[in-house]
């Protein structure tokens, strides 16, 4: 049973530019969430998804952010014009459901803005 | 709002040392509390969970952690401390009404050999 997989692990991505983050839960995982870790600081809540469903919205971004998880494919986290400030590790983390279970993390993706 | 709060922003340590690394948090209702690692360059890995019961956790590695209801505590401890222990320690709580965690800013931990 693979981890959670999150690729690209590098994104390098000029300012104005689209950015998309793509995560594959563990198999059986029908819970997603999303974290963003800037430079010298800890994990911040982003978003939580189920399959087709945003759950939980209110760690993102009101502009330029976007998540999805459609019912095939990987969960999506799409930042569009970034800027230098969105220069982040952002992880994501996959569940079975949301009660007294831990979250699985990838390894997560390094997005550099130039 | 439900915070997580680690103490010690960076701790450096002697191998052999004893370890203990502060979380408090102020959500009041029903928690689940966790630990995890993450080695330099490396994923989250959990060290250790609480759900229930014992309050006294042992997790991977050595590593211990004490859930004290009264102090909204969940400090993490490990006798001696090893060089292969140094990474960043994230306490995270787990808020079973609203599904989602709240993790404290992390410590980072240098063990000199």
């Known amino acids: 049973n693979a981890g959670v997989m999150q690729n690209p692990r590098h994104l390098v991505r000029r300012r104005g530019q689209e950015a998309r983050l793509r995560c594959s839960p563990m198999k059986g995982h029908s819970h997603v969430y999303w974290y963003r870790q800037l430079p010298e600081e800890g994990l911040k809540f982003m978003v939580y998804l189920q399959k087709e469903n945003i759950i939980d919205e209110s760690g993102m971004p009101k502009e330029r952010f976007s998540a999805e998880f459609p019912k095939e494919g990987p969960s999506i986290l799409r930042i569009q014009q970034v800027v230098r400030g969105d220069s982040a590790a952002y992880f994501c983390?996959?569940?079975?459901?949301?009660?007294?279970?831990?979250?699985?993390f990838g390894q997560g993706t390094r997005l550099t803005v130039v | 709002a439900q915070s997580v709060s680690q103490h010690n922003h960076h701790v450096i340590l002697s191998e052999a040392a004893s370890l203990e690394l502060g979380c408090n948090y102020s959500?009041?209702?029903?928690?689940?509390l966790f630990w995890y690692v993450q080695y330099p360059g490396q994923h989250l890995q959990l060290l250790l969970k609480?759900?229930?019961?014992?309050?006294l956790v042992k997790g991977i590695k050595g590593f211990e952690a004490e859930f004290i209801k009264s102090k909204f505590s969940f400090n993490l401890r490990k006798p001696s401390v090893q060089w292969s222990d140094t990474a960043e320690y994230f306490c995270a709580v787990y808020n079973t009404n609203a599904g989602k965690s709240t993790f404290g800013d992390g410590t980072t931990l240098t063990v000199k050999p």
């Open positions: 959500y009041g209702g029903t928690v689940n």
């Open positions: 983390a996959s569940s079975p459901d949301r009660v007294n279970t831990e979250a699985f």
């Open positions: 609480y759900f229930s019961g014992d309050p």
